[in-house]
């Protein structure tokens, strides 16, 4: 069986769900006897998510109408 | 030094007046009219790529008032220079190479060494995972909406330069790994060297709130 350090070689690529049936089958099965790379890769999994469907640093559309309507006066103003 | 850096956008390219065949790229139409002065077609090129360009400002600046005005900066540089863009990259990339510069200029004026050298640096040590508590399923059934987008974006302003512009390409702005290296001019295993360990450092940041014993 895999260690976790080879486990962890791959975890990155595992993350982003670019590894081979092959592996994925050795990685699940590593995960399954090793309770801290099981935990890694379910609590890493999680965070990504979180911050993917978090819609952080959204721009308002508020902010970014004033922005472009900022930009556009100056072009159309200065000098090109 | 990274190529996360200070360059600015290739002078060649600024300075060019001969325009070659665009290559592959959503925007080319907009561009070709922008380039012949069109400010309507430069305006829906703001519109398309305004919230890219603010989270890379955002990402290098961790202020978001400042990012507005860099934001601006970038436009206006951008539109100044678009005659001599040379279709060498996507139009988007050359509008994040704009952006950085733009940023950089900024943390140059402020002083703030502590960012640049971040952002300059190259790679560090080692970086393992400390936190090794199991997390909720659901952190809705604990927070609201936004306080997990205040938590999140807390989390991301404690991460280092180099790993919190990867993270907020590849998490929040969702670009593949690859336009996030072409986008920093970055090759794509250092991408995924700072991905895997900017994540690993998010996750222990934001775990205080989202593992099982926090809550």
Not at chain 2, 28 to 35: G, K, L, N, R
Not at chain 2, 109 to 119: I, P
Not at chain 2, 185 to 212: E, N
């Amino acid at each position: 069986m895999m260690t976790c350090e080879e486990f962890f070689a791959e975890f990155g690529d595992y993350l982003e769900n670019r590894v081979s049936p092959e592996l994925r089958m050795e990685l699940e099965q590593h995960r399954r006897h090793c309770r801290e790379c099981d935990v890694l890769f379910d609590s890493t999994s999680k965070a990504i998510k979180i911050v993917s469907e978090s819609n952080s640093f959204d721009l308002p559309q508020n902010v970014s109408a004033q922005i472009i309507e900022r930009v556009m006066a100056k072009l159309k103003s200065g000098p090109k | 030094m990274s190529n996360l850096d200070t360059r600015v956008v290739d002078a060649t390219e600024c300075r060019a007046t001969h325009s070659s065949q665009p290559v592959e790229d959503p925007d080319a139409d907009f561009v070709v009219s922008a380039q012949d002065g069109d400010c309507e077609a430069f305006e829906e090129l703001v519109r398309r790529h305004s919230q890219l360009i603010y989270r890379v400002l955002v990402a290098i600046l961790r202020d978001r008032d400042e990012a507005e005005d860099a934001m601006q900066d970038t436009f206006l540089s951008a539109f100044k220079y678009i005659r001599g863009f040379q279709w060498r990259s996507k139009f988007s990339t050359w509008l994040v190479s704009i952006a950085r510069n733009a940023a950089l200029q900024r943390l140059r004026h402020r002083k703030d060494t502590e960012s640049l050298d971040a952002v300059e640096l190259g790679e560090d040590g080692y970086f393992g995972p400390r936190q090794v508590r199991t997390w909720h399923d659901d952190p809705e059934q604990y927070y609201s909406k936004v306080e997990i987008q205040h938590i999140v974006e807390q989390g991301i302003l404690q991460l280092s330069t180099k790993y919190r512009v990867v993270v907020m390409l590849r998490d929040v702005q969702q670009l593949s790994g690859p336009e996030v290296a072409r986008q920093l001019g970055l090759t794509v295993s250092a991408v995924k060297i700072r991905l895997l360990r900017g994540r690993l450092m998010l996750r222990d940041l934001l775990a205080p709130c989202f593992s099982k014993n926090a809550t």
